[in-house]
């Protein structure tokens, strides 16, 4: 299930009966009253140590005694998701029991996330269960998506945690070969000037986020900032430096016996995937996408990369 696909499930709604948790939230549980909230529930009568904001002294004018409200509690709802990945889950192969489970888990955990409920996935697969962080919000969709509960730790260069990340495996790195190969037979057909068009603006993004990326390269790999703010700057030159050449990839005309002429002709191979260095990820990630000595994106090659 695609991410924009989830968007048409926004008129639905989780129907929850129990589960509050401690943090305040939008979630309301009548018939639990507690002491401070939005809407009043009920009264009780005051006892010494009630908290005086909460007297009602419309209460007090009317009918003489001294009455505290109380309010209907708004709590934030944890939900846990419990996906089963087991090996019964892939017989028979037809039947894809494991693929809609993915599905029915997201489309469960998207639910709960826009309606600003915790959410919580563990994934019961052969090596035991794995337990997510819980996640919040709507952002955390995306990490959602990775449908199988786990999560890495990036670390700076200084071994501290900067952030948690999906974490990727085979089945991650297939699902974006097949996204490449689904996208090659419509690139390498595209006239090249259409496709340096695209890599030209690829290039404008990356340039207009220098600043961003020289920061997270500089707390990730402990080389000093401004000279990371370049390394984004140079990927971007070089990458619109190949897309120049765009024009230049050319084949060869060989003579031959009997005075004929044969030719070569150059065209796109497929999909392509380089791993990236770490020490300098966003300057070899902008100028691989046309690695040299030849512009392979220019020329119609579908890439996908990915940072060692």
Not at 23 to 42: D, K, M, T
Not at 206 to 231: H, Q, S, Y
Not at 236 to 246: D, I, R, S, T, W
Request: glycine share 8%.
């Amino acid at each position: 299930m695609r991410l924009a696909e989830l968007e048409r499930l926004d008129g639905l709604a989780l129907h929850v009966r129990r589960g509050m948790g401690e943090r305040p939230g939008e979630r309301r549980f009548p018939g639990r009253p507690q002491a401070s909230g939005i809407e009043v529930e009920s009264h009780v009568a005051y006892a010494p140590g009630d908290d005086l904001r909460h007297l009602d002294w419309n209460a007090l004018g009317r009918l003489d005694t001294l009455l505290v409200r109380r309010f209907t509690a708004e709590r934030e709802v944890v939900v846990h998701l419990l996906l089963d990945a087991s090996a019964s889950m892939g017989v028979p192969p037809r039947d894809r029991k494991l693929a809609v489970a993915c599905d029915l888990a997201l489309a469960l955990g998207y639910l709960a996330l826009v309606a600003n409920d915790a959410l919580r996935l563990t994934v019961l697969g052969a090596d035991g269960p794995a337990t997510s962080p819980v996640l919040r919000q709507r952002r955390s969709v995306a990490r959602l998506a990775t449908r199988r509960g786990r999560s890495a730790e990036a670390r700076a260069a200084y071994d501290e945690a900067i952030a948690q990340v999906p974490a990727g495996d085979a089945a991650d790195i297939q699902a974006a070969v097949d996204a490449a190969k689904a996208a090659f037979p419509a690139w390498s057909a595209m006239h090249v000037d259409e496709r340096v068009k695209h890599c030209k603006q690829f290039a404008q993004a990356v340039r207009a986020k220098a600043r961003e990326f020289g920061m997270l390269d500089a707390i990730d790999g402990g080389n000093p900032f401004t000279a990371m703010i370049d390394d984004a700057k140079k990927g971007a030159a070089l990458h619109e430096y190949f897309c120049g050449l765009g024009m230049e990839i050319k084949g060869e005309t060989i003579p031959v016996p009997g005075g004929g002429l044969d030719y070569t002709r150059r065209e796109p191979f497929g999909v392509v995937a380089r791993i990236i260095p770490f020490n300098h990820p966003i300057s070899f990630a902008a100028r691989s996408q046309t690695p040299r000595p030849s512009p392979w994106i220019a020329e119609g090659v579908s890439l996908r990369s990915s940072s060692s």
